[in-house]
């Protein structure tokens, strides 16, 4: 698989990561409903296997929960994979998250993170969000700390706009940023991602299937009858009306993947990672079909009458 310089870093990135989000678990706010573990290391396994070089998770993920089945998918593995993982939503003993930039708060969490990847530094250390923003300055200064430390090797931010990133900036280089980014999520489009190509930021873009809404996987019947358990349940793309628009969207992805051999997920992730401000796209998998079925995004090259057909739909949908 073909590596993209990843920003200042000095790291070469595959085009696809895999994403740890899924794999945390039901138990906490933002699940996806049941999750089995084994099935879970085994689709780390199987992305590696396939070529993929790097992982990104976050400590909130299941509450702990993926960072652990990351470090046990890694288990005697001799060439590891990069390994990028997120602070600033912590958790008390009744599993109520917040949002924290405080110093200690940061260095709590790092220290949880090596613990529980069982890793003695962090290849990409990220603040998960950009809250409270009176604390952005506090927070990014703990992250320089602790990669002069060499607890972390690379410091960057997730969910960001540009100047929340220049605020960061003044104070030590923002490497990378981790947006949300898909056909139906483009306000990146108009500041951030030209802020990063200027400043040379590298760019790893969240949910370029939206969940699973764009993957080719999701029905109607399946979308409205998720688990309690799964937060995607009140999430307004998987509700009528707008999941009506967005399957005939998948369709139109389904017709354009057949040329390529390709499914409607692998066509919506090679969507993203044709801007040339976007690094890389982070693709969840909670088992290793699902990683089998996405893995060819990462070579699939959209013709420009097939990204002219994708803008037409999309200029058809309602606001």
């Not at 400590?59 to 005697?76: D, F, T």
């Not at 400043?199 to 969940?211: A, N």
């Not at 066509?267 to 699902?290: D, K």
């Amino acid at each position: 698989m073909e590596k993209r310089k990843f920003g200042t870093t000095g790291m070469e990135i595959t085009p696809i990561g895999f994403g740890s989000w899924a794999i945390g678990g039901e138990n906490w706010s933002h699940g996806w409903g049941p999750q089995d573990n084994n099935k879970a290391v085994e689709a780390i396994e199987r992305a590696l296997e396939l070529g993929i070089n790097w992982i990104d998770t976050a400590a909130v993920y299941g509450l702990g929960h993926s960072e652990k089945l990351v470090a046990k998918a890694l288990e005697g593995i001799a060439e590891k994979p990069y390994i990028f993982t997120k602070c600033s939503l912590v958790w008390d003993n009744e599993r109520n998250i917040s949002n924290s930039l405080k110093r200690d708060s940061i260095w709590r969490e790092c220290e949880s993170s090596l613990m529980r990847l069982k890793t003695d530094s962090i290849d990409l250390f990220q603040i998960h969000w950009p809250s409270p923003d009176e604390d952005i300055e506090e927070g990014w200064r703990a992250m320089a700390e602790l990669k002069e430390e060499g607890l972390v090797k690379h410091i960057g931010v997730s969910n960001f706009n540009a100047e929340q990133m220049k605020r960061a900036q003044s104070i030590a280089p923002v490497e990378s940023l981790q947006p949300p980014y898909s056909m139906l999520r483009r306000g990146i489009e108009q500041e951030i991602l030209p802020f990063c190509m200027e400043h040379d930021i590298g760019v790893i873009v969240y949910s370029p299937m939206l969940c699973g809404m764009l993957s080719g996987a999701m029905t109607r019947e399946r979308a409205l009858n998720l688990p309690e358990s799964d937060w995607r349940r009140n999430n307004k793309e998987f509700q009528e009306p707008r999941l009506g628009h967005n399957l005939e969207l998948v369709e139109l992805l389904r017709t354009i993947g057949k040329k390529h051999g390709a499914s409607p997920g692998e066509v919506a992730v090679a969507w993203t990672l044709r801007h040339p401000g976007v690094t890389a796209a982070i693709v969840g998998g909670r088992s290793a079909e699902q990683v089998e079925g996405t893995i060819g995004a990462a070579k699939l090259r959209l013709a420009r009458e097939e990204t002219d057909a994708v803008e037409e739909c999309l200029e058809a949908m309602p606001d």
